[in-house]
C-alpha cells in the first residue's frame, strides 16, 4: 500500500469512526447528562477527521503538524466522554467498548505519527 492509499484508507476509517459516534450518542438517554455528553462526544469525534482533513491542504509541515496534534487531542477527548458514558452506565459497556477500542488504536496512530513529525521537522 502506497502512502496516498494509506492516507485515503485512514481519512476513511476517521469518518467511520465519527458516524459510528454519532450513531452511539443516539442511543443516550433523552436527559440532560445524555444530551450534554452526546453533544460532547459528537463534537470531538468528528473534529478527529476533520482536522486531518484540513491538514492534507497544510502550507507548511509545521501547519500539517499542528492539524494533526489537534486531531490527537481531539481523539483524548473522545476518549474521555466514551469513559464517562460506560462508567457512568448511561449505555451499556458492550455498545461502548468497540469504540474505545477504536479511539485507543485512533490515539496510537496519531501519537506515532506526531512523534515522526516531530523527530523529521529537527
Known sequence: ????????ELLE???RFSVDI??????????PAG??????VIRSACSIGANCEEA???????????????SLKETRETR??????SESRLLGTEVVEKQLNECNQIVAILTTS????????K
Request: proline fraction near 2%; charge should be positive.
Open 56 to 70: 492534507q491542504d497544510a502550507i507548511s509541515a509545521k501547519e500539517f503538524l499542528h492539524s494533526l496534534n489537534i
Open 22 to 31: 454519532i450513531v452511539l450518542a443516539s442511543k443516550l438517554p433523552r436527559t
Open 13 to 15: 476509517r476517521f469518518l
Open 35 to 40: 444530551f450534554a455528553i452526546a453533544s460532547q
Open 1 to 8: 500500500m502506497n502512502n496516498s492509499e494509506y492516507k485515503k
Open 80 to 85: 474521555y466522554w466514551l469513559r464517562v458514558i
Open 114 to 121: 506526531v512523534k515522526s513529525l516531530k523527530k523529521r521537522a
